[in-house]
């Protein structure tokens, strides 16, 4: 309640506590002492002080934050990279990019995977000369292969998509420069049959001949199938214009016409050449089993020098297992094991550095699975309780109560824990890549403009630094850093150390758990990088049906039922990020990364998490949760993955997002459809 609106005596006010409402507890004597309840009384009595605006003349730009202190930026400015694009005094557009060996044509199968043996050399860069716009009538293609190319063959430039199947008009070998070097002019429309013009979607793609002596297995590839808006100095995914569906900016990937489950594998459209090389063989570290050196994927040799460095304890032993295609995972079904979800585990009140502190016995995480044959720490299983409820207009709805039970050694033993299903890793590179100062000035933790929106941020030592920097990833906020969340994944999730962590995750009572670790971080700095390279630079998908009444009306219903308060629809990314590709982009994660109270029925028994309390929940960025059950094949959201639908999850909001909520129950049937309609449209 507004103490400052009270009006009444001291015993009004202090029955009023003392019995509590139906927006505050009751607090007893034990609680708030009356001395100390006279000297609120007082100083409420005296009235507000002047109303402060966020960002007005009375208020310091991010004084209303309910940030203290300095926090240190993560990129404090550009290191690297030059421009993808430039424009020469004449007008002529360089433009810069990467791509991959495909299997076969985009509209086909065996496009969207990653061939066998895909990170060893077989990426190349291309250069397009466009001088249409400085009066000039060709385009120069120069492809730069990172293995050279058959002295026997000749590249292949497919140009002007027919429209139809993987027919283009035009089929032309390209000129061998040398065996790393191949060029090829293009003159003419073949599409129109006439003269390039400023506007038309020049559609190309590479026919691939690799030299055997410098590559192992299949040397002939197609390639990604790329799309130039002549005289933009851009790629773009799209046949036609659609400035709605560019969820992750540049680097927004096209629509997948054949396997759609590999919506989330794909790389930044805007991808570089300093960068591809990276990402693919960061890839191949994601897909490793560091268990046993297996890649998760058939035709792969074992990688040897990373075999045995899993464990003692672990969840699993790739990154894939959780991150299935990339993406969300699910809670088990009842009294089965977890796979794809863990239980983070909390001690009493917090760690010497602010942070969550570790369960004595099991660590920070229970881990199922002990690697040298003894038992692992225990299992954790769910049952639901049915909670029925019906919306105003008499729509029944039941969601699902969820309740943990654990077994084996830590039955009986665990009190303070939250359960985490596993969260996609698209755009992480792109959130990154926001500056402080977007975030601050969205953050509201004393709520100044008074909406009963009061997003915070959470505050976190730099785990190399210590400096305090905005937390960004994680259901909580708690990583400040793509390497920051790899590396807290390799050490909790499979055990991983790295220099960021090189300790394995261990309870201060399990001594043969100490016993089994290993001297010095067991993955490299330079491998810690391939890997953040690699979830840095995974491309966002497109939004789809973005010209469907429904989901133009269900965006607007979003807005207007108070959801994009925190789902914050459009963002930018700062220019400092060591990656060009992520510098400068306009994106749409609806998310403002801020924690945000939740309400009761969605706390956790956390004792401690930086900033974070039990009742407050990052604001998961909403792109690409429409393409949930195409990729993952369940639509089951929140921390613990209990709502089993996007209306399931809305309905559990509560807190800071309850009269959003009730907003959202109280559109007619047909409206909130629309709402739905939108969110799958993401």
């Known amino acids: 309640p507004d103490l400052f609106a009270f009006d009444g005596s001291l015993e009004a006010f202090t029955e009023q506590v003392r019995e509590g409402t139906d927006r505050m507890p009751a607090f007893d004597e034990q609680k708030l002492a009356a001395s100390d309840l006279a000297a609120i009384y007082a100083y409420f009595s005296s009235g507000a002080p002047p109303a402060a605006t966020c960002g007005g003349g009375e208020v310091a730009p991010g004084a209303c934050s309910g940030v203290s202190g300095d926090v240190s930026p993560l990129f404090p400015a550009a290191t690297g990279g030059k421009a993808i694009a430039t424009r020469a005094a004449d007008g002529t557009i360089t433009l810069e990019a990467a791509g991959r060996v495909r299997g076969r044509h985009e509209r086909e199968e065996e496009f969207s995977p990653f061939q066998p043996l895909y990170f060893e050399n077989r990426s190349y860069k291309f250069v397009v000369e466009d001088t249409i716009p400085a009066g000039g009538s060709t385009i120069r293609f120069t492809w730069l292969p990172h293995a050279n190319a058959s002295d026997d063959q000749t590249i292949n430039f497919r140009c002007w998509y027919t429209g139809e ?67 933009s100095g851009e790629l773009t995914p799209f046949d036609a214009p659609n400035e ?64 045995g460095k899993a464990g003692p304890l672990a969840n699993q032993t790739t990154c894939a297992g959780c991150h299935l295609h990339n993406g969300r995972g699910a809670p088990p079904e009842p009294g089965e094991a977890m796979e ?12 010497a550095g602010g942070g969550p502190s570790a369960d004595p016995r099991y660590g920070r995480q229970l881990q199922d699975r002990a690697l040298d044959g003894s038992p692992g720490e225990g299992t954790a299983t769910v049952a639901y309780t049915e909670v029925p409820g019906q919306f105003p207009d008499g729509t029944p709805y039941v969601l699902r109560q969820p309740t943990f039970r654990f077994s084996g050694p830590a039955a009986g033993q665990i009190a303070s824990y939250s359960v985490r299903v596993a969260r996609p890793i698209v755009g992480m590179g792109l959130l990154e890549a926001i500056a402080e100062g977007a975030v601050l000035e969205r953050a509201d933790g004393v709520d100044c403009n008074q909406d009963g929106i009061s997003g915070r941020p959470n505050l976190i030592p730099d785990p190399v630094s210590g400096v305090l920097r905005i937390g960004r990833f994680g259901w909580k906020a708690g990583k400040v850093s793509v390497p920051h969340q790899v590396a807290d994944a390799l050490v909790a999730d499979m055990g991983v150390t790295t220099r960021l962590f090189p300790v394995e995750e261990c309870g201060e009572a399990q001594a043969g758990c100490r016993a089994g670790t290993r001297e ?23 939004r789809r049906d973005t010209a469907d009444p429904a ?95 996007v209306v399931e999850a809305i309905l559990w909001h509560g807190g800071e997002a309850d009269s959003a909520k009730r907003r959202f129950m109280a559109l007619p049937g047909e409206d909130r459809d629309a709402v739905v309609a939108f969110l799958r449209s993401l």
């Open 551 to 645: 989901v133009q009306r269900g965006e607007v219903l979003f807005s207007q039922a108070g959801c994009a308060s925190c789902h914050v629809p459009t963002m930018k990314t700062g220019g400092d990020h060591p990656l060009v590709e992520l510098r400068d982009q306009i994106i749409h994660p609806y998310s403002d990364l801020l924690l945000h109270d939740m309400g009761e029925a969605l706390a956790d028994t956390s004792t401690s998490d930086h900033l974070a309390g039990p009742r407050e929940w990052r604001t998961p960025p909403l792109w690409g949760i429409g393409l949930l059950e195409v990729v993952n094949g369940h639509t089951q959201l929140l921390h613990d993955g209990r709502a089993r639908d």
């Open 165 to 231: 199947g993987n027919v283009f008009h035009a089929n032309h070998g390209m000129e061998r420069i040398t065996s790393a070097h191949w060029e090829f002019v293009v003159d003419r429309n073949a599409r129109e049959s006439r003269e390039i013009r400023e506007g038309d979607l020049l559609e190309f793609e590479f026919g691939v001949f690799l030299d055997p002596k410098t590559v192992e297995g299949r040397t002939s590839y197609y390639s990604d199938t790329f799309r130039y808006r002549v005289g």
């Open 520 to 542: 010095g971080p067991e993955l490299s700095d330079e491998d810690l990088e391939r890997m953040a390279a690699y979830m840095r630079l995974l491309g966002v998908p497109p």
């Open 244 to 307: 709605a569906a560019l969820s992750g900016g540049d680097g927004t990937i096209p629509y997948i016409h054949e396997e759609p489950h590999l919506y989330y594998e794909q790389m930044a459209l805007n991808i570089q050449d300093g960068s591809i090389q990276r990402f693919l063989e960061g890839r191949r570290l994601f897909h490793t089993d560091f268990a046993t050196g297996e890649h998760t994927e058939g035709g792969n040799p074992v990688f040897d020098e990373h075999a």
């Open 340 to 351: 794809t979800a863990v239980v983070k585990l909390f001690g009493a009140g917090a760690s």
